[in-house]
């Protein structure tokens, strides 16, 4: 049974939901600029699904994300400036510039990088399930994926060894409808990702990944499973991401009006601010000043990544090894 | 004068001696120590060819048998090392790295890079490689020219029981992502091999043999191959042995400058 969140809780989960949309919303704009190099995916829509987890876990547990991991970085406490600087491929980036937006880490932080080969991440989070194990911690290990990335060798693989090990993990697949141009409802064979998870000998859910709530519901039993020795679980998060695969994509293979729906009709954040404004948890004037704390620090960190200095030559060169003969 | 083991027995002992040195090395793979779940012996194995054997009674929870998903137990390695332990996992035959090349190229050989040197991950992969033993196509290959054309990746090729288990214990104490190649017909190779702990470096190179008109370099089981096809040109062929085929640059300069100012040096 879960426990009810505190009041500085329930402000923490609109604050990150709040800075995920803001820091994507921005990123939408000026990628269209031109001045951000490489490929960018974005995960406003999907807040829900970061912040509902990553409110159970704390520094020491670890987690692996996927292209599209700037709210799993955010969620999870990653720097939002050096985030920023690391996507426009600065100096002054979480990874030196050398990363760019899909290989954001901060080990500091328990994140284990974006990942850009989908399902990768899977076998990564069963290795710091094992770490810990073999530490005698009970630190936990969540991998995000998507219906895509569900389909992938990597994570069949992964599942059934974090059940043979009995491993403290979670398999998160954030189920947005569609892998690249490809609807998931076509490719997954089954009704549910989630009814993967009897194959594989763990339990498996899937829940509203618009409600807040029932994402923090799920994970936080998941994840009280794991520490307690009881090993991995899957859950399947249905959600929809509101931009496209990357950045310049299209979506013609989308219906006209779909995105359009779920804004005005099924957004997290418009839910989470309906119903704890409407309980009496949280007032407007809270979230109000919550939106606006974040929008000046987009701002900040957009502006200063902008004028930051790119990596000197050299820097290609260095740290391909840790030492050189 | 040290006692002589076999190859074989020299990654044995490297690999006990090393993880009773560091409670953080253990081992995995398939079969590894051989029949979990079974009702039978645990340590049935001990690896393939009976490599890691003994290992498992010796250090309990430290040799782990896998599942046969060579995706999973190769990156659950690299995520195991980048959280701060130090795996050394088998790769059966080298062949099957086709199973798992990503996250030996794109996962362990990247993160250093990727991620502005902030990661390390410290994962040693052993595997045997090389042909001979008649197992056809998908049994025999080398694919050390793959490895070392991977940037991040450093590439062990032990020539001698001596080499294996300084190399080996070296290679776990990288932090670095190493593979580890066993030649398969080296196994029963013996040689003088210290008892206690001691490790070779990295990018090293030595002549074993001196001769005036050409020189041959080498790795592996090809060392010994030129050692004893020297017999047929006495004075003539100097044998010269690297330790690692990645990283190569630096040593290759140093090392190898004597051979380039003989005549007719060439490259084996």
Redesign the interface.
């Known amino acids: 049974m879960s426990t009810p969140l505190t009041h500085d809780q329930l402000l923490h989960a609109y604050q990150v939901m709040r800075t995920i949309r803001a820091f994507e919303e921005r990123l939408h704009v000026e990628f269209a600029t031109g001045e951000i190099p490489g490929f960018v995916h974005l995960y406003a829509g999907e807040e829900a699904s970061a912040a509902g987890v990553m409110a159970h876990l704390g520094d020491d547990d670890?987690i692996?994300s996927n292209h599209r991991g700037h709210g799993h970085c955010i969620a999870k406490g990653v720097d939002v400036y050096g985030m920023m600087a690391e996507i426009y491929g600065k100096k002054t980036?979480?990874?030196?510039?050398?990363?760019g937006s899909m290989?954001i880490?901060?080990?500091e932080k328990g994140m284990?990088?974006a990942?850009?080969?989908v399902g990768?991440g899977?076998?990564?989070?069963?290795?710091?399930a094992?770490?810990?194990r073999?530490?005698g911690t009970d630190s936990v290990?969540v991998v995000f994926f998507g219906d895509g990335g569900s389909n992938e060798?990597?994570v069949f693989?992964?599942m059934?060894?974090a059940s043979?090990?009995n491993l403290p993990c979670l398999f998160i697949a954030e189920n947005n409808g569609y892998a690249e141009a490809t609807a998931s409802n076509w490719s997954v064979a089954c009704d549910h990702i989630a009814d993967r998870a009897a194959g594989f000998g763990m339990p498996g859910v899937t829940v509203d990944g618009f409600d807040f709530f029932a994402v923090h519901e799920a994970a936080g039993a998941a994840i009280e499973r794991a520490r307690a020795g009881e090993g991995p679980s899957l859950i399947e998060v249905k959600l929809t991401r509101y931009y496209g695969h990357f950045e310049g994509d299209a979506q013609t293979y989308r219906a006209p009006d779909e995105v359009k729906h779920f804004r005005e009709h099924q957004d997290c954040l418009m839910q989470f601010r309906e119903r704890t404004t409407r309980a009496g948890l949280l007032s407007a004037e809270q979230l109000d000043q919550v939106d606006r704390e974040v929008e000046l620090l987009i701002d900040n960190a957009v502006r200063k990544a902008k004028s930051d200095p790119k990596p000197a030559a050299a820097d290609l060169l260095?740290?391909?090894?840790?030492?050189?003969? | 004068m040290a006692r002589k083991i076999s190859y074989q027995q020299a990654i044995n002992e490297a690999l006990a001696q090393e993880m009773r040195r560091d409670t953080s090395v253990f081992i995995m793979g398939e079969d590894v120590a051989g029949g979990a779940g079974a009702p039978g012996e645990n340590d049935a194995w001990g690896g393939v060819l009976g490599v890691t054997k003994g290992l498992y009674d010796q250090f309990p929870g430290r040799v782990l048998d896998t599942p046969l998903s060579e995706i999973g137990y190769v990156g659950a390695a690299v995520g195991a090392a980048t959280c701060g332990v130090r795996p050394v996992c088998e790769l059966m035959f080298v062949n099957f790295a086709g199973c798992c090349l990503d996250q030996i190229l794109n996962q362990a050989a990247k993160f250093r890079y990727m991620f502005g040197g902030k990661a390390s991950t410290p994962r040693v992969i052993r595997t045997m490689v090389g042909a001979g033993l008649r197992a056809a196509a998908q049994h025999s290959q080398m694919l050390t020219s793959l490895w070392t054309h991977i940037p991040g990746l450093k590439v062990v090729c032990p020539s001698s029981p001596y080499d294996a288990k300084g190399l080996l214990i070296q290679a776990i104490r990288d932090n670095d992502p190493v593979i580890f190649c066993e030649h398969k017909l080296l196994y029963g190779m013996q040689g003088e091999v210290p008892e206690e702990l001691y490790t070779i470096p990295f990018g090293e190179a030595n002549f074993l043999r001196d001769g005036k008109d050409v020189t041959l370099v080498s790795y592996g089981r090809m060392v010994n191959t030129a050692m004893t096809r020297r017999a047929a040109w006495p004075g003539a062929v100097s044998i010269a042995r690297s330790s690692t085929c990645a990283p190569p640059a630096r040593w290759t300069r140093t090392a190898f400058s004597k051979a380039w100012r003989r005549p007719g040096a060439w490259w084996s």
């Open positions: 670890c692996a980036g979480v990874c030196q510039g050398k990363g290989h880490a901060d080990f284990l990088g990942n850009g080969i990768a899977a076998p990564l989070v069963v290795g710091a094992l770490a810990a073999l530490k290990a060798g990597a693989e992964a059934n060894m043979v090990w260095t740290d391909v090894y840790v030492s050189y003969p």
